[in-house]
């Protein structure tokens, strides 16, 4: 069997157990034999467990057993499921990939955005915090004419719409010898050069990627911005619309009218997050902080100047 086919079980396997939550392996074997991989052929129970044992190995994901319970089986660390995790975002990509694979002959017809690679960036960083070594680069932010020089601690590599960024940890002295720690981030498509260094570091014990983006919209969380309490009005449509696609994880509907739906969220209200708002033109209006409600009618406003009329 080659191991594209391999793969493809290893997906179904997951997803037909995540779907039922609890399923026994007769009831397993009846929706295997339903599916065009089996041929009609049962799958056996040395192979379900050589998948089972396989599906931990690669993806970190656990099939466990509840024997008390007529011998059903079941994700046992589902939470990896639920998050932004590695885990999640494999089987999710996976799982698409298995799809269209198979719909080859529709390819002119299903339209797919590029996710940015940015050459051999992304195996130095993974090496890199494998072996919690430093990365030195070549940045151009935009607006700079010259790169700049920096070497750092990559923490973790985060994904955000179509990007790979690194957060870098750095470490300075200041003028009375006390020594401060401070992040960044960095873009793929804005680094011109990378190499590993020797030097080793000791990443913070206590750092949590999770817990360091959980108040962010996007990847801007080291402006010294604190996340507060907000609340969004959406107008029309675009109430249906953030209820299927929640702006933060901490977003819940508090109250709703003829022609609008009241969101309030708890985050880190940075530019980016701003500048979504500032898209969503006549749809969302904020209504609480007021400084953020006058920041994005300033940003309005700034907008609508650039389409005045120029003077003769």
Same mark, same amino acid.
């Given at each position: 069997?080659?191991?594209? #086919?391999? $793969?493809? !079980? ?11 939550? &609890?399923?026994? $392996? ?6 295997? +034999? ?13 192979? $379900? ?46 799982? +698409?990939?298995?799809?269209? @694979? ?16 940015? /050459? #051999? ?7 890199? %915090?494998? &072996? ?9 932010? *935009?607006?700079?004419?010259?790169? &700049? ?18 957060? =870098?940890?750095? %470490?300075?002295? +200041? ?9 960044? %981030? ?12 020797? +030097? ?17 919209? /996007?990847?801007?969380? /080291?402006? =010294?911005?604190?996340?507060? &309490? ?5 107008? =029309? $449509? ?5 209820? #299927?696609?929640?702006?933060?994880? @901490?977003?819940?509907?508090? /109250? ?50 650039? *389409?005045?009329?120029? !003077?003769?």
């Amino acid at each position: 069997m080659k191991t594209t #086919d391999k $793969f493809k !079980e290893y997906i179904w396997l997951l997803n037909t157990i995540r779907r039922a939550r &609890r399923i026994t $392996f007769e009831e397993i074997n009846e929706k295997w +034999v339903e599916t065009d991989m089996s041929g009609g052929v049962e799958l056996a129970k040395a192979t $379900f467990h050589r998948h089972k044992d396989a599906i931990q190995d690669i993806f970190g994901i656990f099939i466990e057993c509840d024997c008390k319970n007529g011998y059903k089986y079941y994700i046992g660390n589902e939470n990896v499921l639920r998050e932004n995790t590695v885990q999640n975002w494999m089987l999710s990509t996976l799982s +698409v990939n298995n799809i269209i @694979s198979e719909s080859l002959s529709l390819q002119k017809r299903i339209l797919l955005e590029p996710v940015s690679y940015e /050459g #051999d960036y992304l195996p130095k960083v993974i090496e890199a %915090m494998k &072996r919690n070594v430093r990365i030195a680069v070549k940045y151009r932010k *935009y607006g700079d004419e010259a790169p &700049r020089e920096l070497t750092f601690d990559p923490y973790c590599l985060k994904m955000y719409r179509q990007r790979w960024y690194v957060l =870098g940890h750095f %470490m300075k002295k +200041v003028e009375n010898g006390e020594i401060i720690e401070y992040f960044g %981030m960095f873009s793929f498509d804005r680094i011109e050069e990378m190499k590993l260094t020797d +030097v080793k570091f000791q990443i913070d014990p206590d750092f949590d990627a999770q817990s360091y983006f959980q108040d962010c919209f /996007g990847v801007l969380s /080291g402006d =010294g911005t604190e996340p507060e &309490r907000i609340v969004i009005r959406a107008f =029309g $449509f675009e109430s249906y619309y953030l209820k #299927d696609l929640p702006l933060h994880k @901490s977003q819940r509907e508090i /109250g709703h009218g003829d022609n609008y739906t009241d969101f309030e969220l708890f985050m880190r209200p940075t530019l980016d997050f701003s500048g979504h708002l500032l898209s969503r033109s006549n749809q969302i209006k904020v209504l609480s902080p007021q400084w953020l409600a006058d920041e994005i009618y300033n940003m309005h406003i700034n907008a609508a100047l650039l *389409y005045e009329p120029e !003077e003769d």
